[in-house]
């Protein structure tokens, strides 16, 4: 088996464009290419996604645990797998806890450096040995130099690294990916020319010698046991709202949850399901449509089934009034980072009193009186989230591989109300 980290000296380096770049060729070559991505991003798996042709994974060992993190990528490995990394390539959370090197060092996968060769010649060699020699436990087999002017810079940057340099792709400004609050605009929004991205990144690399640096042993990945089917789990699923971790849905699905995908902004009716899961997105860019789709408000409305929503999907519930308390937009990030809450209240997800990972990343602002979760940020306690005898809403996106509780116990909730409508 082969597998491979995509790392960057820092942000904007380049690391999605390489990353779905060689998705893309393995592709192309009849090769089955898994992606994954570091972190708890939603928007750079969606690029994965169009490049593979299949579901991208997150590794995140601050949501999840270490075994977690690798049943998660023995499970899906593949015949290539492409993990993307996050940030710079030592960047995580306090003591680097989910940085790129991290996750490398825990799935002991060799790990290609991308550096922004703009500006630079010899200095890059200065650039690579340093972060070769900052923690040599991670093991970077190869460099990529990226935004290079022409064959005699990438003449100059080669000689300049001891590491074995695989190659490098040309200043092309078509290569960009468009950006919005949150980052990238997600895949499903543009349609970036994926063949176009892949011709640019391969043109100057050795993907043969990248591949040859590549080889792991193949990890041994327990059974997911599955459950019989018992309740029907909706999600939505549209350009408003797609922001959903594989292994969420997977669980579910292995907790006895048939999942039927629904579009809020353009379904007329509400899905005869037992729990409605809204996953996060932008319902904020298409207020309008969902505005408009009113048979579809008014259902939602009416419904006194469970619902659990994360942080688009609490945007939507407001803008709606299915809950109380308006939502507004603002110029400044409300919250951004990792949080760990405590339950105020039990609901179909948590039980009072328990802590629960997750991560939060939102220009929003809810009116309203939070009553789900505290947390604590920068010294100070802060309540978030909305909840009552049926609706579980916060701003926190959770990774249920963090406890195998979660997901059966929304599958118990939808189990419960099914009874009692029977």
């Given amino acids: ?81 492409v993990v993307e990394g996050v940030m710079g390539l030592f960047d995580g959370a306090k003591g680097g806890k989910g940085s790129t090197a991290e996750i490398a060092r825990l799935l002991t996968l060799p790990v290609i450096l991308v550096v922004d060769a703009k500006g630079m010649a ?50 092309n400004k078509d290569m960009h990916l468009p950006e919005r609050h949150l980052g990238l605009v997600p895949a499903n929004e543009r349609t970036p020319d994926i063949a176009k991205i892949r011709k640019n990144v391969v043109a100057h690399l050795d993907v043969k010698k990248l591949l040859s640096l590549s080889e792991i042993p193949k990890p041994k990945a327990s059974v997911l046991p599955m459950q019989k089917k018992r309740v029907r789990i909706a999600y939505a699923l549209d350009t408003a709202f797609h922001f959903y971790y594989q292994d969420n849905l997977d669980l579910l699905a292995a907790a006895g949850a048939t999942l039927v995908p629904f579009s809020p902004l353009s379904d007329k009716k509400l899905p005869d399901v037992d729990l409605l899961y809204f996953g996060g997105g932008f319902p904020e860019c298409f207020e309008k449509q969902l505005r408009e789709n009113k048979g579809f408000c008014e259902a939602l409305r009416a419904w006194d089934l469970p619902i659990y929503a994360e942080c688009g999907g609490l945007y939507y519930l407001s803008l709606i009034g299915k809950i109380p308390g308006k939502m507004h937009m603002r110029d400044r990030l409300q919250h951004f980072g990792y949080a760990e809450a405590i ?16 991560h939060m990343f939102h220009y929003s602002h809810w009116e309203g009186q939070p009553n789900l979760y505290v947390f604590e940020k920068r ?28 997901a059966r116990r929304l599958v118990e909730a939808a189990q419960k109300t099914k009874e009692v409508c029977a």
């Fill in 343 to 358: 339950s105020q209240v039990d609901t179909c997800l948590v039980r009072k009193g328990e802590k629960i990972k997750g």
């Fill in 379 to 406: 010294g100070k306690t802060i309540s978030e989230g909305y909840v009552d005898t049926q609706i579980h809403a916060s701003f926190l996106h959770v990774h249920f591989g963090s406890s195998p509780k979660l």
């Fill in 122 to 171: 010899q200095s890059a060699g200065a650039l690579v040995a340093g972060y070769a020699n900052y923690q040599p436990a991670t093991r970077i087999a190869g460099v990529i130099f990226n935004r290079v002017a022409s064959a005699g810079h990438y003449d100059y940057l080669k000689k300049a690294v001891k590491i074995p340099s695989l190659g490098w792709i040309a200043k």
């Fill in 1 to 81: 088996m082969k597998a491979f980290v995509i790392a960057g000296t820092h942000s904007g380096v380049g690391k999605t464009t390489v990353s779905i770049g060689l998705m893309a060729e393995f592709r192309r070559q009849g090769i089955s290419v898994q992606a994954f991505k570091i972190g708890p991003d939603y928007i750079d798996p969606s690029y994965h996604r169009l490049a593979t042709g299949r579901p991208s994974r997150n590794l995140d060992t601050w949501l999840c645990s270490k075994t977690a993190v690798k049943q998660s990528f023995a499970r899906a490995a593949s015949e290539i797998n």
